[in-house]
């Protein structure tokens, strides 16, 4: 028996539903002439329960089989005759021996085990002993109905919760949409009385006779996968474990594991959906005949009404797409179920001639209050889905439907992450109690939020074209919007969220948000604030809507941090601005694209907005010389000295105090460090005693370079210079005290210090060299003279490269108070 | 045989793995974390309401390597994780008593 079976399970060319009937017919052949030895002159008969009853074996199944008798002494010695030889050979046996009204009483009792004897099959003995057994079990089904139905239904929903269609690793057996929904349907076909099985339910009308076959080749499928599956590990386990996909799809048919999931996925949601249409149906009528007549039709919206408990349509509504949308809706906000012979009704002729609604006429408006509903509304998108009526409004969904994501990542297919995420998204717009306070603060401030729900459903419509999936889904969602009448600043934001969706979490998760560039490049491709706080919530909407490894608080903070300090540079115009685009695309034109945007991603933001093309060109070729130089030019009256060096504390009040021991005046500066290290600063003077005039600049340059090396002394020569030289200019108004301020807020990545002090030589090196003896590293430097009065405004950073803490922060102010006070 | 366990900035952790692997460590467990050290969190303003983050977000990494191989697997590491600026991390080394790889028994160095 070991071998024969061994042989069975070996023999590939008996798949699924074949396989169940061999090793029915084995079993059968073995245990009828074990009974016809063993048995006595006592009533008693075989009967097999369970798969093996509907010959549905498979190899890892148990046998489970009920010995009927009416009493004796020779009962049990058969039954040890029965079960002894089967354990021997290895067969893990259910096995009961009861008399037919011990049988009934235990069914009466208990649902599970009238369940289990709803599957029976006469296998050797008294025929008539097996028919009794199942007239009355049937009779109790029948007797039971009521709560038959209901414990069905509640199986069925919690089966639901793990639909074999979205998950990676789905349970062929118990997971929505499989073997046990099929089971449980038949099971009550015969609690409805005869024919029995599926039949009962079609003639009842719970279930469509267009549905059988269906519902049959699903079946099919399902033991295919289950033989195979069992063949490919030895085992008994109806868990689909990714790493066997591969084996069991070429085992069972023939494919590969990607078609394998697709088939699944169709077939799962095919069945998981008329099976919940009949438990629907079924509970409906249980409420009784009563409640129906006393209900009337509820207008909910035009040509729609609720009738016995779903939402289907008037009579004299039109049969077109957008009636179908406002049945959908209706039903999701009042949450009911949709009446699927209406919705049948209302499916798109081959022909679509004037199916298609009027998008600009009510019907945009229709789809988005149907995603609003959130969770409500996918069973309902379910239902038009199935009906053909989802695909006819949204053409562009066929290449995502049922499209499996088989990784550790994803959990859904693609359609139904989309419609999580659009689930998620509404969540964050009403402010669920799960939603965390700072996501729902967004959340209320978006100044269209019905743009959240479109972007959640489209943004990876791009998958399963070729290419890019955010790029191809931009364009496509762009045209979807645009047919559905959407505004130009609607499409302008769509298409920029779903082209860059996955911006945020890449970016915050490996990038080092502490450098100005790596959040100045994100607000630049956002482009403003609203897109942006869009962006957001779609980034925590797709990455909840995605599985449990995608999101957690660690990630969350960190798409945070990113979010808030991109949207502080857009809001403070610093990024985005219009000025500073013309001036990059001229620099584009002057030395190529590729060089100027990488040029302008390595200095700091505010940067680009402070030179001309040309000056930033030459900029690029002095700090791509790598060394340390000084240049020199002239414009409107004043010298300007550029220099570039390695960055390091100091550089800037060193060059500073080099100009003024020339006496050259500096009226504006700027100093800019470039992402790789290398400083750029910017002098424009005034040669007020006329040095550069007489000597030329080498001198002064020669002076910078020494001083940049460490081999001139820049504050001795200032000391000296001061005891030597007396101011040089005229007040024009009585002597203001200096002022230091502090500013924390203008930055997310320095500390701005901004010194108002009277113009006197030497100052800049002063207020420099005190920066410096704190440890504190310049980032950039404003510098301006107006009048008799200088604003010098200092990005800086301690010595760990982050913003000032407050001990930092007092210091710098009282020592450079002091000094200017001094003075 | 050591256990090496380091907290480090998340966005370093391509580059730590590059010069693990590069050093001969050949496997090891990557777990995502949230801390604080002396920085400790911070305030964001979003629309002129704070939010405070207590805790800052690390990625954590534990790597069980012989004897001999930990000095140098654990400086391999600390360069790979500095950027010289505030909340870098920590790298510590402690001692294992056991290690049994679970598919064949092995035990000890053979297990690494």
């Known amino acids: 028996m070991r071998d024969a079976r061994a042989r069975l399970v070996a023999d590939s060319a008996l798949g699924g539903p074949a396989f169940g009937a061999a090793y029915a017919a084995l079993l059968d052949g073995v245990l009828a002439p074990l009974f016809e030895r063993a048995a006595g002159e006592e009533a008693a008969a075989l009967v097999s329960l369970g798969s093996y009853a509907r010959e549905e074996l498979c190899p890892g199944s148990d046998v489970d089989l009920l010995l009927l008798h009416g009493g004796g002494r020779t009962i049990p010695a058969l039954a040890d005759a029965l079960w002894y030889p089967l354990w021997d050979a290895g067969f893990v046996v259910g096995h009961s021996a009861r008399t037919l009204k011990e049988a009934v009483a235990v069914a009466d009792g208990d649902l599970h085990v009238l369940t289990s004897m709803l599957d029976v099959r006469h296998v050797a003995g008294d025929e008539a002993l097996s028919s009794a057994l199942v007239e009355r079990i049937r009779g109790l089904a029948e007797k039971r109905r009521g709560r038959l139905v209901e414990a069905f239904a509640t199986a069925a929903a919690a089966r639901r919760e793990a639909l074999i269609a979205d998950l990676l690793e789905p349970n062929v057996k118990d997971g929505g949409g499989g073997l046990r929904d099929l089971q449980s349907l038949a099971w009550m076909g015969w609690a409805l009385g005869p024919p029995g099985a599926l039949g009962s339910l ?84 249980q409420r009784g005949p009563l409640g129906r007549i006393a209900r009337r039709d509820r207008v909910l919206a035009r040509g729609i009404v609720a009738r016995d408990g779903r939402v289907t349509i008037a009579a004299d509504a039109a049969h077109d797409g957008a009636t179908a949308l406002r049945l959908a809706v209706a039903a999701a906000v009042h949450d009911l179920p949709v009446d ?42 379910e239902s038009l889905e199935h009906a053909g009526v989802w695909l006819s409004l949204l053409p562009e969904w066929e290449h995502v439907r049922s499209r499996p994501q088989r990784n550790a990542y994803h959990r859904f297919t693609v359609d139904r992450h989309l419609l999580e995420a659009v689930a998620e998204s509404v969540e964050l717009l009403d402010g669920a109690d799960t939603t965390e306070v700072f996501d729902r603060d967004v959340a209320r401030h978006l100044d269209r939020p019905e743009l959240l729900v479109v972007c959640a459903l489209l943004h990876d419509i791009g998958k399963g074209l070729p290419g890019d999936h955010s790029e191809a889904g931009a364009e496509m969602a762009v045209g979807l919007c645009r047919r559905l009448g959407f505004d130009d600043e609607a499409l302008g934001r769509v298409e920029r969220v779903v082209r860059h969706h996955l911006l945020l979490a890449d970016v915050a998760t490996r990038r080092d948000l502490g450098e100005e560039a790596t959040v100045a490049r994100v607000a630049r491709l956002v482009g403003d604030a609203p897109t942006l706080e869009l962006l957001y919530l779609l980034t925590v909407a797709d990455s909840q809507a995605t599985g449990p490894a995608a999101w957690n608080s660690v990630k969350a903070a960190l798409v945070r941090e990113l979010f808030v300090k991109a949207l502080h540079l857009l809001e403070r115009g610093e990024v985005g601005a219009g000025l500073g685009e013309e001036r990059r695309a001229e620099l584009a034109g002057r030395v190529g694209e590729e060089r100027a945007t990488a040029f302008l991603d390595a200095m700091p933001v505010a940067y680009g907005a402070g030179f001309s093309a040309d000056e930033m060109a030459a900029h690029l070729e002095l700090l791509d010389g790598g060394s340390t130089a000084v240049a020199w030019s002239q414009d409107l009256g004043q010298q300007v000295c550029t220099v570039v060096a390695p960055d390091r504390p100091g550089m800037f009040a060193s060059v500073a105090g080099v100009l003024s021991l020339h006496g050259l005046n500096v009226q504006q500066a700027a100093a800019h460090t470039r992402a790789d290290g290398m400083a750029l600063e910017v002098f424009r003077v005034v040669d007020d005693v006329g040095r550069i005039e007489r000597r030329g600049t080498d ?71 005190v920066l410096a003896d704190l440890g504190l590293d310049v980032h950039l430097a404003k510098v301006s003279t107006i009048g008799d009065r200088v604003v010098d405004a200092f990005y800086v950073r301690d010595a760990s490269g982050g913003k000032l803490g407050e001990p930092d922060v007092e210091r710098v102010r009282h020592t450079l108070l002091g000094r200017l006070q001094r003075a | 045989m050591k256990l090496i366990t380091a907290i480090i900035k998340p966005h370093k952790l391509d580059d730590v793995k590059a010069a693990l692997q590069e050093a001969g460590v050949s496997g090891m467990t990557v777990s995502e974390a949230r801390g604080f050290g002396r920085q400790r969190g911070h305030t964001e303003t ?27 697997v654990s400086e391999a590491l600390v360069r790979a994780a500095q950027t010289d600026k505030i909340g870098d991390g920590k790298v510590w080394v402690t001692p294992v008593e056991s290690i049994t790889r679970i598919r064949t028994g092995e035990v000890g160095p053979d297990a690494l």
Do not use: C
């Open chain 1, 202 to 285: 079609v003639e009842a009308g719970y279930v469509r006779s267009e549905d059988l076959p269906t519902l049959d080749a699903a079946r099919d499928l399902f033991l295919t996968v289950r033989v195979a599956l069992h063949r490919v590990t030895g085992t008994k386990s109806d868990d689909l474990r990714l790493q066997d996909q591969d084996a069991v799809a070429a085992v069972a048919l023939r494919t590969d594991a990607d078609d394998m999931a697709r088939e699944l996925a169709g077939a799962a949601r095919a069945v998981a959906w008329i099976a919940a249409d009949a438990w629907n149906r079924l509970r409906a009528t």
């Open chain 1, 340 to 381: 699927r012979q209406a919705l049948a009704t209302l499916a798109p002729p081959d022909a679509a001639d004037g199916w298609a609604p009027d998008w600009s006429s009510g019907a945009g408006a229709d789809l988005v209050t149907l995603l609003r509903q959130g969770r409500r509304a996918i069973p309902v998108i």
């Open chain 1, 699 to 769: 001198p002064v340059s020669d002076d910078i370079q020494a001083a940049l090396a460490d081999d001139l002394d820049v504050g001795a020569g200032m000391a000296e210079r001061a005891r030597h030289y007396a101011p040089a200019r005229r007040r024009t108004a009585p002597p203001t005290p200096p002022r230091v301020y502090v500013d924390q807020e203008a930055s997310d990545f320095a500390t701005v210090v901004e010194v108002h002090a009277d113009d006197r030589v030497g100052l800049l090196f002063q207020i420099t060299r």
């Open chain 2, 46 to 72: 979003y629309r002129g309401a704070e939010y405070t983050i207590d805790f800052v977000p690390k990625v954590r990494l534990e790597i069980v390597i012989d004897d001999a191989q930990a000095q140098a």
